[in-house]
T-cell receptor, first 111, second 112 residues
Framework: RKEVEQDPGPFNVPEGATVAFNCTYS??????FFWYRQDCRKEPKLLMS???SGNEDGRFTAQLNRASQYISLLIRDSKLSDSATYLC????????????FGKGTHLIIQP | NAGVTQTPKFQVLKTGQSMTLQCAQD?????MSWYRQDPGMGLRLIHY???????DQGEVPNGYNVSRSTTEDFPLRLLSAAPSQTSVYFC???????????FGEGSWLTVV
């Protein structure tokens, strides 16, 4: 099983809709999780950190399911500006601690 | 706020040439790392360092060398460039494992 797995998408979602996608992790000892956002041809930037069962920041909610070892990111009332690739990083991870990213999920918000 | 600074931003190399991608951070972070990103492949870790004088290999280290003589700098050396090394390279730093990772703006490398 890969350290971090994400559905690459693309997820095509109409503006205003709610969308959710998951990140599956292999290390059952993972305690913290980070969602990064990467715009086209730009560097990734931190979107949200999750240290317990979940976190909420405005329209963005992250929920952790430890039993099934995945973390989800839910975006409500999606905006055109939410179009990006969303990357997940668990910690502790596998080999290079906390430095291994999933391939990301590509989200396209359509007008 | 400078953060993580990478140079050059764009570079074209001929096959067999060598070059160094520079990376510097001014946040006094212990961890630094290099990634390459290719279409459909996500961010792949090349090399990383958990402190000055300490480096380790990531997922795709072949063809690259690194050193960490100071906390601030973490250069990536391409020994003999190959077309397969055409990619976007990101340098990153973080204070310690499990903290926010900060990225440079990327270096676009084309090997012809």
């Amino acid at each position: 099983r890969k350290e971090v797995e994400q559905d690459p998408g693309p997820f095509n979602v109409p503006e205003g809709a709610t969308v959710a996608f998951n990140c599956t992790y292999s290390n059952s000892a993972s305690q913290s999780f980070f969602w990064y956002r990467q715009d086209c041809r730009k560097e990734p930037k931190l979107l949200m950190s999750v240290y317990s069962s979940g976190n909420e920041d405005g329209r963005f909610t992250a929920q952790l399911n430890r039993a099934s070892q995945y973390i989800s990111l839910l975006i409500r009332d999606s905006k055109l500006s939410d179009s990006a690739t969303y990357l997940c990083v668990p910690w502790p991870g596998g080999g290079a601690d906390g430095l291994t990213f999933g391939k990301g999920t590509h989200l396209i918000i359509q007008p | 706020n400078a953060g993580v600074t990478q140079t050059p931003k764009f570079q074209v190399l001929k096959t067999g040439q060598s070059m160094t991608l520079q990376c510097a951070q001014d946040m006094n972070h212990e961890y630094m790392s290099w990634y390459r990103q290719d279409p459909g492949m996500g961010l792949r870790l090349i090399h990383y360092s958990v402190g000055a004088g300490i480096t380790d290999q990531g997922e795709v280290p072949n063809g690259y060398n690194v050193s960490r003589s100071t906390t601030e700098d973490f250069p990536l050396r391409l020994l003999s460039a190959a077309p397969s090394q055409t990619s976007v390279y990101f340098c990153a730093s973080t204070a310690r494992a499990g903290n926010t990772i900060y990225f440079g703006e990327g270096s676009w490398l084309t090997v012809v």
